[in-house]
T-cell receptor, first 111, second 111 residues
Framework: EAGVTQFPSHSVIEKGQTVTLRCDPI?????LYWYRRVMGKEIKFLLH????????ESGMPNNRFLAERTGGTYSTLKVQPAELEDSGVYFC?????????FGPGTRLTVT | AQKVTQAQTEISVVEKEDVTLDCVYE???????LFWYKQPPSGELVFLIR??????QNEISGRYSWNFQKSTSSFNFTITASQVVDSAVYFC????????FGTGTRLQVFP
């Protein structure tokens, strides 16, 4: 069974540019989560989808971040325009019950 | 408010030493779950253990053991006879309505 996949693995962009991160959850998992870790800090919750609906987006830092999950399958997280403080590792997870499966993360560097 | 505190930012030990990673959590919920994840240098998050709030029985898995004490809101993780391959960042996490993480403890095991 394939795990959670994320693309790209790394992205380096300039301040003001746009970046879109993609997450493919494990097939059949209705719950999908986005997290972010800024260097040295906690892995911070961003939002939670149940199928295509946003269940909880309380962790989204501001309106420069837009997450979508069309059709309840893969999800995208777009940052537009990117700022320096958006640098970090973005993790995606999917879950079935209490078991959370994390993707390998996308390391985003904004210069 | 829910919170996870990992006061140890970094720990260095020599191989074969025992090491304990501390985790203190805060929640007003009576039903919750506690997790430990390992993040090796490769970057992925590896699930280690999950405990529910009604099960304070300690658990041992090989060289790993976990001590859950509700009275002190702690869920500490001990590695016995540490090995170089144990070098990683270890995250404690709390699940109530969402999964939240501590800031992680970087463990370095030297040969």
């Amino acid at each position: 069974e394939a795990g959670v996949t994320q693309f790209p693995s790394h992205s380096v962009i300039e301040k003001g540019q746009t970046v879109t991160l993609r997450c493919d959850p494990i097939s059949g998992h209705d719950n999908l989560y986005w997290y972010r870790r800024v260097m040295g800090k906690e892995i911070k919750f961003l939002l939670h989808f149940v199928k295509e609906s946003k269940q909880d987006e309380s962790g989204m830092p501001n309106n420069r971040f837009l997450a979508e999950r069309t059709g309840g399958t893969y999800s995208t997280l777009k940052v537009q325009p990117a700022e320096l403080e958006d640098s970090g590792v973005y993790f995606c997870a999917s879950s079935l019950g209490l078991v959370f499966y994390f993707g390998p993360g996308t390391r985003l560097t904004v210069t | 408010a829910q919170k996870v505190t990992q006061a140890q930012t970094e720990i260095s030990v020599v191989e074969k030493e025992d090491v304990t990673l501390d985790c203190v959590y805060e929640t007003r919920d009576t039903t919750y779950y506690l997790f430990w994840y390992k993040q090796p240098p490769s970057g992925e998050l590896v699930f280690l253990i999950r405990r529910n709030s009604f099960d304070e029985q300690n658990e041992i898995s090989g060289r790993y053991s976990w001590n859950f004490q509700k009275s002190t809101s702690s869920f500490n993780f001990t590695i016995t006879a540490s090995q170089v391959v144990d070098s990683a960042v270890y995250f404690c996490a709390l699940l109530t309505d969402k999964l939240i993480f501590g800031t992680g403890t970087r463990l370095q095991v030297f040969p």
